[in-house]
């Protein structure tokens, strides 16, 4: 659906600002608690049991950009949803789990009433299923363009949270699900984040070190790789989605799923895997490669440098 | 300064995405710790003294979108001063003190990177002042626009946060500062946000309700006002801005002050003036009337219908 139209009387314009967040209120429900926990003061208190004692707590933002992030052909709903689901996909890379999200939404007042209604409701039925509720957020004009900002507060699920800098040679490199194809596939905007898994594997001692693939494979592993390391990835070890060539799994990007290091034998890398497959069934857990000295010999492995993931601000 | 430029060299698509963000470092310096405090993981990780036990965690955004909150005659830094100041003037208004912010930026490619550096500076220069880690962000590509949203969490400095919802019938009005032409005298980007006298505010039992005026008086006293009941305003009482006329301190907006209600005998109202006077030398303390029940006369009072603050969305 195209978010403008001409037609004032099916604009936000025709609310007014006090009308629209009355409906924004009723949009979402009750993924919004009520004020001072919910919108409608200067800041949004969290419940003081926000944070237990003993988590750490997270911060994370990401927005979604008419012309960017989606466009006329994909449902106003599905945008609402992937603004969280991609936030919750950050904490769930860090073994995190919701607290509460702000929304900032900055929009021409020719936005449709109606694409608006469904983008909140796509993002209240998430809300929802991830227990996040939705304390607040800011409405503001911004002629010509529609750009939602959320902003997650979250807190650990272990003592510790899990960062991209944990990781050491000889350590396995893992992914969960498939990769390639997001956006052909309409992955981009139906993803499930993966925060069991991600809590599940904080838990684990021996993942050394975790993020979500978003860029693509190719380009993000760079984040997890140490000083005077490299990687030693394996072209058939990578789980592809159907339909999809190596490039493609490699360098696509929104796959959001986890990616990880795993301290250990090899032993303990396949005794993770086993334990996995147990709480997870129906989603493949692939180790595809390992961490090098920067001076081993790749024989075999991927030159990941002719493989490029997604470059923003190009 | 116009923030886009049609030279490719002076413009963030110049730099690309992983310079870029190493210069966001360097500009920010001290304003940003290191990861995982810091950017550069999926989440910014909060100390685990975030939060102090007894006190309540609080959560606000606000954004500053080219074309509605600066033009080309706002210096780049002031752009983002004025940023982190109208979230720490939420955050005062509920007797907060910031514990970390996050920014989301959708900018165009032709972004001027002198702009972008000035925007940054002023923004840690704010940071610092405030000691408010900048401990995060995200940067996405907005073809032709430029929106810098920001995400503030806080907790509050006594064991409440002080909302717009405690005012009662007989609470008398208060104001600080001076209110109206801050647009004209340049007030809305250079102004301090009121922290330390919102902590003060906060710790008086006697302060019922608060909020920052950023839309004009007119319009946002009535977010205090409760049901069955009326403010009685006095114009002769109402502080304004050297060459200010009524009006203007009723309807000009982003005036960034403190607006609160005051419980008890007009006696106990000037003892919190009187106080006040002595903690905060150099800034007025202005009772400006009264909540009224919604039936009783008017006289001499202002028609508040007959001013109108600022409407977003139109």
Redesign the interface.
Request: glycine residues 10%.
């Given at each position: 659906m195209h978010p403008f139209s001409d037609q004032p009387a099916q604009t936000?314009?025709a609310?007014?600002?006090q009308n629209?967040l009355r409906h924004i209120r009723r949009w979402l429900g009750s993924a919004m608690p009520a004020?001072?926990h919910g919108m409608?003061?200067?800041?949004?208190?969290?419940p003081?049991t926000?944070?237990p004692r003993g988590k750490?707590?997270?911060?994370?933002?990401?927005?979604v950009?008419y012309?960017?992030?989606f466009d006329d052909a994909i449902a106003p709903r599905a945008v609402g949803r992937k603004l969280l689901a991609r936030n919750l996909s950050?904490?769930a890379?860090?073994g995190?789990r919701p607290v509460?999200a702000?929304?900032?939404l900055?929009?021409d007042?020719r936005t449709r009433l109606d694409w608006l209604e469904a983008f909140y409701r796509g993002l209240a039925a998430t809300a929802r299923r991830h227990q996040t509720p939705v304390?607040?957020?800011?409405?503001?004009?911004?002629?010509?363009?529609l750009?939602a900002?959320l902003?997650?507060?979250?807190v650990?699920t272990s003592s510790r949270?899990v960062?991209?800098?944990g990781a050491a040679v000889g350590d396995f490199i893992a992914v969960t699900g498939v990769l390639g194809g997001s956006l052909s596939s309409g992955h981009h905007h139906a993803f499930t984040p993966r925060l069991a898994e991600g809590a599940w594997l904080a838990a684990r001692r021996e993942v050394s070190a975790m993020?979500?693939v978003s860029d693509g494979l190719a380009k993000d592993l760079h984040a997890l790789v140490p000083a005077r390391a490299k990687p030693l990835l394996f072209g058939d070890l990578i789980p592809r989605r159907k339909g999809c060539d190596l490039r493609a799994a490699l360098t696509d990007g929104e796959d959001y799923e986890l990616l990880f290091t795993v301290r250990g034998t090899p032993a303990a890398a396949a005794r993770l895997a086993a334990d996995w497959s147990r709480a997870f069934p129906r989603t493949p857990l692939t180790v595809i490669g390992r961490l090098a000295p920067a001076s081993a010999p790749s024989a075999g492995a991927l030159d990941l440098s002719a493989y490029h993931g997604f470059?923003?601000?190009?």
């Amino acid at each position: 659906m195209h978010p403008f139209s001409d037609q004032p009387a099916q604009t936000v314009a025709a609310l007014g600002e006090q009308n629209l967040l009355r409906h924004i209120r009723r949009w979402l429900g009750s993924a919004m608690p009520a004020a001072p926990h919910g919108m409608g003061d200067d800041c949004a208190v969290l419940p003081a049991t926000a944070l237990p004692r003993g988590k750490r707590p997270l911060l994370t933002v990401d927005p979604v950009i008419y012309g960017e992030h989606f466009d006329d052909a994909i449902a106003p709903r599905a945008v609402g949803r992937k603004l969280l689901a991609r936030n919750l996909s950050d904490l769930a890379a860090m073994g995190g789990r919701p607290v509460a999200a702000v929304v900032s939404l900055a929009l021409d007042p020719r936005t449709r009433l109606d694409w608006l209604e469904a983008f909140y409701r796509g993002l209240a039925a998430t809300a929802r299923r991830h227990q996040t509720p939705v304390v607040g957020g800011d409405i503001a004009t911004h002629r010509g363009g529609l750009v939602a900002s959320l902003t997650l507060a979250g807190v650990t699920t272990s003592s510790r949270a899990v960062t991209r800098s944990g990781a050491a040679v000889g350590d396995f490199i893992a992914v969960t699900g498939v990769l390639g194809g997001s956006l052909s596939s309409g992955h981009h905007h139906a993803f499930t984040p993966r925060l069991a898994e991600g809590a599940w594997l904080a838990a684990r001692r021996e993942v050394s070190a975790m993020m979500d693939v978003s860029d693509g494979l190719a380009k993000d592993l760079h984040a997890l790789v140490p000083a005077r390391a490299k990687p030693l990835l394996f072209g058939d070890l990578i789980p592809r989605r159907k339909g999809c060539d190596l490039r493609a799994a490699l360098t696509d990007g929104e796959d959001y799923e986890l990616l990880f290091t795993v301290r250990g034998t090899p032993a303990a890398a396949a005794r993770l895997a086993a334990d996995w497959s147990r709480a997870f069934p129906r989603t493949p857990l692939t180790v595809i490669g390992r961490l090098a000295p920067a001076s081993a010999p790749s024989a075999g492995a991927l030159d990941l440098s002719a493989y490029h993931g997604f470059e923003h601000l190009r």
